[in-house]
T-cell receptor, first 114, second 113 residues
Framework: DAGVIQSPRHEVTEMGQEVTLRCKPISGHNSLFWYRQTMMRGLELLIYFNNNVPIDDSGMPEDRFSAKMPNASFSTLKIQPSEPRDSAVYFC????????????FGPGTRLLVL | AQSVSQHNHHVILSEAASLELGCNYSYGGTVNLFWYVQYPGQHLQLLLKYFSGDPLVKGIKGFEAEFIKSKFSFNLRKPSVQWSDTAEYFCAAGSSNTGKLIFGQGTTLQVKP
């Protein structure tokens, strides 16, 4: 299996621009998580989906952030407009619900907002 | 409230020293426990996990952890660290029902050659 796939791996953009991060979970996994990691705040859970339905978005920092999961094999995290304080590494992870399963992380997208 | 606390934020050891990283959790109901490792510039990878059964869990690269229910602890150990163990280590607790994990703040381990 290819594992969790994220794109792009690196993104540099200017303040005010829209940023879209993409994630393809492991095939068969029915739960997907978006995390943000910074030096100051560590690893933060932004939002997660079970069976494509958003369950908890309390970690989404502001209305500028939105996430979708239109089907079981694809999710996006969008920031519009982006700000320098959004600079971070964004990880996507997936897991199979209900069993003794492990949450697997993608390689992350390193975002720099200038 | 659900939480995971890692006592050590930054640990510096010499090669061949023994390692123990503390992790305590607060979680209602049946809990699953994990240790993840993040090597510099990489993503989180699973070291080991506990769901049930033997409270002493062995993971990859010689790591082990012990679940002590009475102490709400899941400490990570390695008898002899190597320079290549330099990384950040995260303890996490979660439920099979939701899949959601609560992560600790992380412990940065630096191993001096």
């Amino acid at each position: 299996d290819a594992g969790v796939i994220q794109s792009p791996r690196h993104e540099v953009t200017e303040m005010g621009q829209e940023v879209t991060l993409r994630c393809k979970p492991i095939s068969g996994h029915n739960s997907l998580f978006w995390y943000r990691q910074t030096m100051m705040r560590g690893l933060e859970l932004l939002i997660y989906f079970n069976n494509n339905v958003p369950i908890d978005d309390s970690g989404m920092p502001e209305d500028r952030f939105s996430a979708k999961m239109p089907n079981a094999s694809f999710s996006t995290l969008k920031i519009q407009p982006s700000e320098p304080r959004d600079s971070a590494v964004y990880f996507c992870a997936s897991v199979i619900l209900g069993g003794q399963e492990t949450q697997y992380f993608g390689p992350g997208t390193r975002l720099l907002v200038l | 409230a659900q939480s995971v606390s890692q006592h050590n934020h930054h640990v510096i050891l010499s090669e061949a020293a023994s390692l123990e990283l503390g992790c305590n959790y607060s979680y209602g109901g049946t809990v699953n426990l994990f240790w993840y490792v993040q090597y510099p510039g990489q993503h989180l990878q699973l070291l080991l996990k506990y769901f049930s059964g033997d409270p002493l869990v062995k993971g990859i690269k010689g790591f082990e952890a012990e679940f002590i229910k009475s102490k709400f602890s899941f400490n990570l150990r390695k008898p002899s660290v190597q320079w290549s163990d330099t990384a950040e280590y995260f303890c996490a607790a979660g439920s099979s029902n939701t899949g959601k994990l609560i992560f600790g703040q992380g412990t940065t381990l630096q191993v001096k050659p």
